[in-house]
Structures are given as C-alpha cells and as structure tokens.
T-cell receptor, first 111, second 114 residues
Framework: QKEVEQNSGPLSVPEGAIASLNCTYSDRGSQSFFWYRQYSGKSPELIMFIYSNGDKEDGRFTAQLNKASQYVSLLIRDSQPSDSATYLCAVGPAAGNKLTFGGGTRVLVKP | DTGVSQNPRHKITKRGQNVTFRCDPISEHNRLYWYRQTLGQGPEFLTYFQNEAQLEKSRLLSDRFSAERPKGSFSTLEIQRTEQGDSAMYLC????????????FGPGTRLTVT
C-alpha cells in the first residue's frame, strides 16, 4: 500500500464547474498536509496547506482535512482552463521534515 | 523574496561521469530539502538540512549521492559515477522552519544520463 494515494485521473471538468480531488494517507501521525500544482515540465507550486481538521478556503481553492478518516481533499471552484495541471498531495509529520507525495491527479478543464 | 534557485537547469552527462547541482534557498529559510522526480511520479525525498546540519537521508539514496550545505546557505548535491537510472528532475525546496512547515520548490535541474 502506498503511503499517499491519489487517483491518477485524468479528471475532466467543464469550465466553470467544481473540480474535486481526493487523497488518502496511511501514517496516522501525519500532521501537515499540502496541495501542490504542477504544470507539465515545471516544478511543483504550493497552492494550499492545512494542519487542522475542517475546511480552509483561499480564493477558488478549499482544502478539507479529516484526520480520523485519513483523507484530505481539494476543491477548485469556477474551474478555468489554466487550472489544467497535475495536482500533488503531500503529507508530512509535525516536525516539518520530509514530505511524502502522492502520484498526482491530472486535471483537464475543458472550455 | 526571491524564490528558490537551482543551477544548472539542465544537465546532460555520460554514464560514469560525476555531476554537481546547486540550490540557493529563499533567504532566511533555514531548512533545505532535496527531492527527485521521475516522469509520472510524485517527488521522492532524498535528504534535508536544518542550517548546515544534514538531519535525514533517504534509505533509497545510494552512497554515490552526497549533499552538503557548508555555511547553512546554498546546498550542493553531487552524484558520482552516474547511471542511466539517475535520469530525473532534481528538485530543491526550502522552508522557514520553526512552526512554518510550508516547502517552496525551485525550478529543478533536469538530469539526462546517456
């Protein structure tokens, strides 16, 4: 079993719709959770982080964390073609050490 | 803040040669991380530093790999006797440390071993 699992996609979303991405993790001691966006050929770009159970909103992005169920999700509202990318879920311990990444979910937003 | 910078951006080398990459973190970030990413996979942790101290090294990192951060500022990653399986994107990230866990990545160095 992988430590951080994501559906590889592609997740096809019409422009203006909500894209919903999920991530599950195996280490119950994990305390920090991140979403990165990665365009083809580029490096990962941090778009959201969440440390406490519940929802965290930043612009069109909402991260949701449920530690009891060991999942974290990302919602992208009003999806735009520029949101087409691979979204990486990353999980880390409280001490800010190494991150463990999932394989990423490819999102395609169609005009 | 200028972001994390990495040099070179691309490196093509022949099998058996040594290569060295450099990473300059965001100023005042005292944690620096190296990851490796192959096509279709998420980044894989290699090693990290807090200031000049190397605190963790992946078990996947063979002894052909060595990293340094001599003055707690920039870092170098050296690969000796490169193999074709070393071909990947080498990513550097930095974080402020303390209770700030967010890691910010540089543009990466793409290594091709022929």
């Amino acid at each position: 079993q992988k430590e951080v699992e994501q559906n590889s996609g592609p997740l096809s979303v019409p422009e203006g719709a909500i894209a919903s991405l999920n991530c599950t993790y195996s280490d119950r001691g994990s305390q920090s959770f991140f979403w990165y966006r990665q365009y083809s050929g580029k490096s990962p770009e941090l778009i959201m982080f969440i440390y406490s159970n519940g929802d965290k909103e930043d612009g069109r992005f909402t991260a949701q964390l449920n530690k009891a169920s060991q999942y974290v999700s990302l919602l992208i509202r009003d999806s735009q073609p520029s949101d087409s990318a691979t979204y990486l879920c990353a999980v880390g311990p409280a001490a800010g050490n190494k991150l463990t990444f999932g394989g990423g979910t490819r999102v395609l937003v169609k005009p | 803040d200028t972001g994390v910078s990495q040099n070179p951006r691309h490196k093509i080398t022949k099998r058996g040669q040594n290569v060295t990459f450099r990473c300059d973190p965001i100023s005042e970030h005292n944690r620096l991380y190296w990851y490796r990413q192959t096509l279709g996979q998420g980044p894989e942790f290699l090693t990290y530093f807090q200031n000049e101290a190397q605190l963790e090294k992946s078990r996947l990192l063979s002894d052909r790999f060595s990293a340094e951060r001599p003055k707690g500022s920039f870092s170098t990653l050296e690969i000796q006797r490169t193999e074709q399986g070393d071909s990947a994107m080498y990513l550097c990230a930095s974080s402020l440390g303390g209770i700030s866990y967010e890691q910010y990545f540089g543009p990466g160095t793409r290594l091709t071993v022929t």
